[in-house]
């Protein structure tokens, strides 16, 4: 299924039926009073967050919602049935908005949270409400209220707890590999991913975390250079970044450029920058990788970093086991 994580939607709630203008029609008795039911209301919108729905891909061919009617009352003072309500599913990360003025209406930051949008539209009351000592035999019945439209505006923002960031070919497709059941594709050329995975890490079985590998940054992402920093969104939510960092490509002459480069892009981004970090030399295996490694941690000794290779596992138990120990201190 595609990645889409942005989309706008029309709600609208169900009108109200209108009340009956009925009168009471019994043997003997030639001219009964008045006993128009009241029209039903119509049906509610509400939106309800979930994990089965990974992206917002459904509401780009079906993205207009409408409640149910209520039906018009009947004599002998029934009521309309109500419309139904209509609830709509929406991947749990979303955060919802009125299209038309920015107002933030919910943040659906776990699943199985409920929002109600609109109410439906008040059914019109029956000739039977309007019965009076001065007029025993009202020929009129409200119509029902009629239902409200919203536009909706719908921005998923995943649900992870650890956000891997960095350079495009640093390797982050690689690592979530190499950590988790997840498939993303890899490739020795940058942007090779374009939209956001998850993967499932399986540490202790009964502690799973979710990673998540977004596309990589580049110098000017701030201002929409390569895939830009629309992807960061993704990682928002997330309780711990990674920054991958390719050793094998480190300059000897600007040891810092790429971490640097990185760094100023998330600064810019800001909302991200208080997340505890942890730095990864990624592609140890290769030659001239340690040496490299050497040279960052010696230009950067307050940095803490660890080496890995995804490609021979080496350091990678290491680093599962430091973002558990993260995890765990940034729980609550
Ligand atoms: N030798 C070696 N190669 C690696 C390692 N990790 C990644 N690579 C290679 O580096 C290249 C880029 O890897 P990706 O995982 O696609 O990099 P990425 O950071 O996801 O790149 P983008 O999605 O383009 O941002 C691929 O050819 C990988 O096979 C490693 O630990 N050792
Ligand atoms: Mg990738």
């Not at 070919?169 to 020795?188: D, E, W």
Request: hydrophobic share 35%.
């Amino acid at each position: 299924m595609k990645f889409i994580d942005e989309a706008i939607i029309t709600v609208q709630s169900g009108d109200g039926g209108k009340g009956c203008v009925s009168f009471r029609r019994e043997r003997f008795i030639p001219r009964g009073g008045p006993d128009g039911g009241d029209g039903g209301n119509g049906g509610d919108v509400a939106l309800i967050s979930t994990f089965r729905k990974r992206t917002l891909f459904d509401f780009r061919f079906k993205n207009h919602f409408k409640a149910s009617n209520g039906q018009s009352g009947h004599g002998k003072k029934q009521t309309g049935k109500n419309g139904k309500d209509l609830i709509i599913e929406i991947p749990a990360g979303t955060a919802v908005s009125d299209a038309d003025t920015g107002e933030t209406l919910v943040d659906f930051d776990k699943s199985d949270k409920i929002f109600a949008v609109v109410k439906g539209g008040k059914g019109g009351r029956g000739n039977a409400r309007f019965k009076t000592s001065k007029n025993r035999s009202p020929r009129f019945a409200q119509p029902g209220q009629s239902g409200q439209t919203y536009r909706l505006k719908l921005e998923l923002k995943l649900i992870a707890d650890v956000g891997i960031i960095g350079l495009p070919n640093a390797g982050k497709s690689t690592l979530i590999r190499a950590i988790s059941s997840a498939r993303p594709k890899t490739g020795s050329y940058p942007f090779t991913t374009l939209t956001p995975n998850l993967g499932v890490v399986q540490a202790d079985r009964d502690n799973p975390f979710v990673v998540a590998d977004i596309p990589g940054l580049i110098e000017g992402a701030h201002q929409g250079a390569g895939l830009g920093i629309r992807f960061l969104r993704h990682i928002e939510r997330t309780r711990i970044l990674v920054h991958l960092i390719d050793a094998s490509e480190i300059d000897p002459e600007a040891p810092l450029k790429a971490y640097e480069t990185v760094n100023r892009e998330l600064s810019m981004y800001g909302s991200l920058e208080d997340k505890p970090r942890i730095v990864v030399l990624s592609k140890l295996d290769l030659p001239h990788s340690e040496q490299k490694s050497s040279l960052f941690q010696g230009a950067a000794k307050e940095v803490k970093s660890m080496g890995i290779s995804a490609i021979t596992g080496e350091g990678v138990e290491n680093l599962i086991s430091n973002l558990v120990e993260l995890l765990e201190k940034s729980d609550g």
